[in-house]
């Protein structure tokens, strides 16, 4: 019996790494390499084309209430508007702030959102019987006079979870997931 309880609790502590996070997140950080160069004064090249194609703008805003160090950048608390862009075959999130790009940070890992993801973690607004009419008479004469080719954005999502020595932000964007990753004291 104590043989089988051995083996048992061998197999369990051999498999734990198997069942841990499979994201390794110290060489992660470590090979991320920030952005070489710096954008024509700090204004992100393809911003023109993405405000003309849809409707308001497609960046999500986000707040950060404290200090988030990448390497030898530290991100002050304010909002900035996301935008995962790729520059020189590498991709990036652009933080900005009053149309100008303060931080470029790199993605250290990018994956396909998953499907109906967006459906499933975002609230869903109640609607009373009356919104629900007007609706889908707008939603009626808008399909029968259209006044612009715009579509709407894609859907986006930021989640945040907070390790012990990292803060690891998932960046959900249209049909991709950018994860960025920060340190949580500058040292």
């Known amino acids: 019996m104590k043989k089988n309880l051995f083996l048992i ?11 841990s996070s499979d994201l390794d997140l110290d060489t992660l950080y470590e090979s991320a390499e920030p952005f070489s160069s710096k954008l024509y004064n700090d ?3 393809y911003q023109d084309e993405d405000t003309i194609r849809y409707a308001w703008s497609p960046y999500p805003l986000f707040r950060t209430s404290a200090e988030l160090y990448f390497k030898n950048i530290k991100i002050e608390p304010g909002y900035y508007l996301l935008t995962p862009r790729t520059l020189k075959e590498k991709d990036y999130v652009l933080f900005k702030q ?3 790009v303060e931080h470029i940070i790199p993605v250290v890992k ?4 998953p499907l109906n993801f967006y459906n499933a973690n975002t609230p869903q607004i109640k609607k009373t ?12 004469f808008y399909n029968t006079a259209k006044d ?3 579509s709407t954005p894609p ?7 907070v390790e012990t020595k990292y803060i690891i932000m998932n960046f959900y964007y249209g049909e991709n997931k950018y994860i960025v990753l920060f340190k949580r004291s500058p040292y």
């Open 129 to 140: 019987k009356w919104q629900k009419f007007t609706q889908a008479i707008r939603k009626k």
């Open 43 to 45: 204004i992100d090249p």
């Open 9 to 19: 609790i061998f197999f369990i502590f051999s498999a734990l790494p198997v069942y």
């Open 98 to 100: 009053n149309g100008k």
């Open 148 to 150: 612009s080719g715009r």
């Open 110 to 113: 990018k994956e396909a959102t």
């Open 155 to 161: 859907s986006s999502l930021i989640n945040i979870d």
